[in-house]
């Protein structure tokens, strides 16, 4: 059985740093990282494929790091510089084919974990 479990999530103040962490069951080529917040569609943060290659929302490039552990069935998020705007319920997801373009859709994945939540204060 596929299961996705987050960890990680908190309060920091703006300016501060995360690390959250998703350990899955089951290899799945593709993983991304989603948020949502109150009353707001749920959006794609970062994406990594088969061959490692990474993809980030606008929003979150240069202050966000996507990586996966295979070899701990892990996969990271490192969230640093830390807005108010980041506050969100983030969630860890999976599919099972492979891009070279990394969608970042929430559509395009089928495996989701619960969800860790992060609240910046500022």
């Known amino acids: 059985q596929d299961q996705l479990v987050e960890s990680g999530g908190g309060s920091v103040q703006a300016g501060g740093s995360l690390r959250l962490s998703c350990t899955f069951s089951?290899?799945?080529?593709?993983m991304a990282w989603f948020r949502q917040a109150p009353g707001k569609e749920r959006e794609g943060v970062a994406g990594?494929?088969?061959?490692?290659?990474?993809a980030y929302a606008d929003s979150v490039k240069g202050r966000f790091t996507i990586s996966r552990d295979v070899a701990k069935n892990t996969l990271y998020l490192q969230m640093n510089s830390l807005q108010p705007e980041d506050t969100a319920m983030y969630y860890c997801?999976?599919?099972?084919?492979?891009?070279?373009?990394?969608?970042?859709?929430?559509?395009?994945?089928?495996?989701w974990g619960q969800g860790t939540q992060v609240t910046v204060s500022s």
């Open positions: 990594v494929n088969k061959r490692a290659f990474t």
């Open positions: 089951t290899y799945r080529p593709m």
């Open positions: 997801a999976a599919t099972s084919w492979n891009a070279y373009d990394i969608p970042l859709a929430p559509s395009t994945y089928n495996y």
